[in-house]
C-alpha cells in the first residue's frame, strides 16, 4: 500500500475485533479493553479501573486521594518564584541542575522538605504499586509487537535466561547536568516490571521520539522556542541598524568629489551590476552577494543533464536572488546560524571566521541554513527556493572536486578553502535531509552524501590530527593552524555521525566503518570556543598536557578501548575531559556495530564488544556529568535562564542527548539477545519467509516511521 493510501485510512487493527486506529498509543489502550482486569486500584476506595488515566481523575474527586493530586501544586517553590516550567520531579530538573533545594508546598501551604533523591528511590512502594499493572492483560499475550516479539516475551523479558548488559542500580542519580540519566537506564526492558507513575512524563526516549516524529530543523534538532529566536532576531536587527548607520556616516565623512575606484569598477559591467543600490557598492559584503549571483546564474543557465535545478533565469529570479543574498541579509542569516543552528553541529571555528575571506559557496550554504531555522515564516519560505541551486553549485565546486595536495609538512591552514568547500557540502546535506522534498532526501542520502564520504577519503581521513601544542611555547602556538586542524577533525566526525544517523534512522548500511577513522578526537570545547590565541593556547595546556595520551590514542583507537572488558581509568578520565561531542560520536559508533551484529550470519562473537561498549560507555558519561557540572561556560543548555543571545553559540545541541542514543543502543542489543535465544538451532526459514533484518526489516527509508514505531514500541509501557 502506498504512503499516501496508508495516511489516509487507519493502519493499526486490532487483532481481536474490526476495530482500526490511526495511532499505536490508541490501539494500545483498545486493547486492554478485551479484558476484565481492572490492574489501576485506588488506596482510599474499593474502585478498580482499566486505565492509569482514569484512576487519576478519579483521585481528584476520591476523598482519599483528594490530599494526594489536587491540593499539591505542580511547580516547586522555586519555579514558581522564576515563572519556569516545572518538571514536577524531586528534585525537578532546573533544581538538579543548578544543586539548588527543590521545595514542593504542602496542602497546609508550607513547604515539603527538600528532595535530592531520585525520585524512585524517596517514592514510597504503596504509591507506586497501585499505578502499575499487576499483569498484561491474557488475551494480548501473543500480540506481535513491532520488533517482532509477543507481549509474552516482553512479560518474561525480566527473567529470561539471557544476561542483560548492565544492572542500572549500580548506578548512583549523582548527575548535576543530566538528572534523568538513571532513570533513562533503569527504564531498560530487563526493568519493565519497575512501577511507572502514570502522571510522569515519558522521558527515557522523548527526544528520539520527536526526531524520529517530526519533520524540519528546528523542530528536530535543539534550536530553542520561537520566543528564543525571536530575541535572536531582534538582536541582530538591531546590531544591522547601528552597523548600517555607521557606514553612513563614515560614507558621508569622505570626501564626494571624486567617485569611488570601487563603484566605477562594477559600474563598468553594467549588465550585472546596475540593478544594485549604490550604497551596497561601498558595504564589503556587497562582493560576496555579488560573487553568489554568478554561481547560481550559471547552474540555472547551464543545467547538467539530470539537474535537480528546475528554475529558469529571469529579471525577477534575479531581483530575488539578489535579495534573499543581500549584505545585510547574508549577516542576519549568519547571525540566526551561530546563536541557533552552530551549537549543533560546531564545525566551523567562529573566532577565526571571516565572512569576506570565505568561500561564496560556504557563505551561501550558511545563510541557507540560518534562514531555514530564523523565527520568519518568510526566510523559510524564501530558503527553499535556493535550496537546490545552491547544492548544484557546491557541488560542483572546484575545490570541493579538486585533490588535496596536502603533505604533513605542510600548514593546514593553506587547505582552508577545501575545508570550507566539505563544510558547505556538509550543510547542504543537512537541510536538504531535514527540509528538502521525499526526492531530494533520497538524492542526498544516496548520491550526494556518498560524495562527501570520498572525497573525505581523498582528503586522507589520518590527515585530521593536531600538533602537540602542550609542547609548544606561546610564541610557538599558531591559532589558525589549530584552527583549521580542528575544523577537520570535527567535519570528518560530523560526517561519521550523519553516517551513523542514516544508519539509526533510515535503516542504510554505513558508508565509513570504525576502523578507517584513524584520527584525533575533537579537542575540548574550552578550547575550540576560546576567542584569542592565549586563551586557546591555555586551555590546551590545561585540558590536554603534553603527557596527555590524547597526543597518542586515535578515534579508532578509542572506541576499540571502549570495547574491551576492563577499561583503564586514565583512558576513562580522557574521554570523559574530551566532553559531549566525543561521547557523542562514540556512542554512535556502537550504533555502527549493532548494525553490523543485525545484519551478518552468525555474528554472535560481536555481543560481548558491543556489551561492554554500553557499560563503559555509561560509567564515563557518567564520570563526565558528575566532574564538569553545568554552569560553565561550554556545557551551557538552551534550557539555562541566564544565557545571553550573543552566548547562545557556545551551548550543547542536541549531542547533549546522547544518553539517549545509548539507551537505544542497549534496548536494540538486548532485543537482540532475546530474539537470538527463542529461534531453535538448525532451523531452516522456509523461502521468503524469513525476515531480513530482526528488528528493522526495510533498509534505506526516507521516512523515519519504521524507527518511530520502534522507539513507541519500547515505551508503550510508561503509558
Not at 175 to 203: G, N
Amino acid at each position: 500500500m502506498s504512503d499516501s493510501l496508508t495516511e489516509i485510512s487507519p493502519k493499526y487493527e486490532c487483532s481481536l475485533c474490526p476495530k482500526r486506529y490511526k495511532r499505536r498509543e490508541h490501539l494500545f489502550r483498545h486493547i486492554s479493553s478485551h479484558t476484565s482486569q481492572r490492574p489501576y486500584q485506588c488506596n482510599s476506595c474499593d474502585g478498580a479501573f482499566q486505565r492509569a488515566d482514569v484512576l487519576k481523575r478519579h483521585l481528584r474527586t476520591c476523598d482519599g486521594g483528594t490530599s494526594r493530586t489536587s491540593t499539591r501544586r505542580r511547580a516547586c517553590d522555586r519555579c514558581v518564584r522564576q515563572k519556569k516550567a516545572c518538571s514536577s520531579h524531586q528534585p525537578c530538573h532546573s533544581c538538579a541542575k543548578r544543586g539548588a533545594q527543590c521545595w514542593y508546598p504542602t496542602d497546609a501551604g508550607s513547604l515539603s522538605r527538600p528532595i535530592h533523591q531520585s525520585p524512585t528511590k524517596n517514592t514510597t512502594k504503596d504509591q507506586h504499586v497501585n499505578l502499575q499493572p499487576a499483569n498484561l492483560p491474557p488475551s494480548t499475550s501473543n500480540t506481535m509487537m513491532p520488533w517482532g516479539l509477543t507481549m509474552e516475551d516482553l512479560q518474561n523479558f525480566g527473567t529470561s535466561p539471557v544476561d542483560t548488559f548492565f544492572d542500572p542500580t549500580s548506578m548512583q542519580n549523582t548527575s548535576p547536568i543530566w538528572p534523568e540519566f538513571l532513570a533513562l537506564a533503569s527504564e531498560s526492558p530487563a526493568t519493565f516490571e519497575q512501577p511507572v507513575s502514570s502522571d510522569s512524563p515519558r522521558k527515557s526516549l522523548h527526544f528520539l521520539d520527536k526526531f524520529t516524529s517530526h519533520t524540519g530543523l528546528v523542530s528536530s534538532f535543539d534550536c530553542g522556542t520561537h520566543e528564543q529566536r525571536e530575541q535572536v532576531a531582534a538582536s541582530l536587527d538591531q546590531q544591522i541598524l547601528s552597523q548600517t548607520q555607521q557606514r553612513i556616516t563614515s560614507l558621508a565623512a569622505l570626501s564626494m568629489d571624486a567617485p569611488s575606484p570601487l563603484i566605477l569598477e562594477y559600474n563598468s559591467d553594467t549588465s550585472s551590476t546596475s540593478d544594485f543600490p549604490l550604497g551596497w557598492f561601498n558595504d564589503p559584503l556587497f562582493l560576496k552577494t555579488h560573487e553568489i549571483l554568478l554561481l547560481i546564474e550559471e547552474v540555472v543557465t547551464i543545467k547538467p543533464r539530470n539537474s535537480s535545478v528546475t528554475l529558469d533565469w529571469s529579471s525577477a529570479l534575479k531581483d530575488a536572488c539578489v535579495h534573499f543574498f543581500s549584505p545585510s541579509n547574508i549577516r542576519r542569516f549568519l547571525g540566526f546560524y551561530w546563536a541557533i543552528w552552530h551549537p549543533n553541529v560546531n564545525f566551523v571555528h567562529r573566532p577565526t571566521f571571516d565572512m569576506l575571506a570565505a568561500k561564496p559557496t560556504a557563505l551561501a550554504a550558511m545563510a541557507l541554513m540560518g534562514a531555514c531555522v530564523s523565527p520568519d515564516m518568510p526566510d523559510n519560505e524564501d530558503a527553499r527556493t535556493w535550496f537546490n541551486c545552491v547544492e548544484e553549485m557546491v557541488f560542483i565546486d572546484d575545490d570541493f572536486n579538486s585533490d588535496l595536495t596536502y603533505q604533513p609538512s605542510e600548514k593546514m591552514a593553506m587547505q582552508r578553502r577545501k575545508i570550507q568547500a566539505v563544510q558547505a557540502a556538509y550543510i547542504v546535506c543537512l537541510y536538504q535531509n531535514w527540509e528538502g522534498t521525499d526526492a531530494s532526501k533520497s538524492r542526498i542520502r544516496r548520491y550526494r552524501f556518498a560524495t562527501l564520504v570520498s572525497t573525505a577519503r581523498d582528503i586522507g581521513i589520518t590527515a585530521a590530527r593536531h600538533l602537540n601544542y602542550s609542547e609548544q611555547g606561546r610564541h610557538e602556538f599558531e591559532w589558525k593552524e589549530y584552527a583549521a586542524r580542528e575544523e577537520l577533525i570535527r567535519l570528518f566526525t560530523w560526517i561519521f555521525l550523519l553516517d551513523s544517523a542514516f544508519v539509526i534512522f533510515n535503516n542504510l548500511p554505513p558508508r565509513m566503518v570504525i576502523k578507517e577513522i584513524r584520527m584525533h578526537m575533537a579537542t575540548p570545547e574550552a578550547c575550540f570556543q576560546a576567542t584569542t590565541a592565549d586563551q586557546c593556547h591555555h586551555q590546551l595546556q590545561l585540558f590536554l598536557p603534553a603527557r596527555s595520551l590524547y597526543w597518542t590514542i586515535s578515534f579508532r583507537g578509542s572506541f576499540e578501548s571502549l570495547c574491551k572488558d576492563d577499561l583503564p581509568l586514565n583512558i576513562r578520565h580522557l574521554l570523559a575531559t574530551l566532553g559531549p561531542l566525543n561521547l557523542f560520536a562514540l556512542t554512535s559508533a556502537i550504533h555502527s556495530q549493532i548494525f553490523q551484529f543485525r545484519s551478518a550470519v552468525g555474528s554472535f562473537q560481536l555481543r560481548a564488544p558491543i556489551q561492554n561498549a554500553l557499560s563503559n560507555w555509561r560509567d564515563i558519561w557518567h564520570f563526565f556529568s558528575t566532574t564538569f557540572p553545568q554552569g560553565t561556560m561550554p556545557h551551557m543548555t538552551i534550557e539555562d535562564p541566564h544565557i545571553q543571545s550573543e552566548e547562545l553559540w557556545r551551548r550543547m545541541g542536541f549531542f547533549r542527548y546522547a544518553p539517549e542514543y545509548w539507551l537505544l543502543a542497549h534496548l536494540m542489543a538486548d532485543r537482540l539477545a532475546v530474539l537470538g535465544t527463542s529461534k531453535p538451532e538448525n532451523e531452516l526459514e522456509p523461502l521468503d519467509e524469513g525476515l531480513l533484518d530482526p528488528i528493522l526489516n526495510r533498509y534505506d527509508q526516507t521516512s523515519m516511521r519504521q524507527i518511530n514505531d520502534l522507539i513507541m514500541g519500547f515505551q508503550i509501557f510508561q503509558i
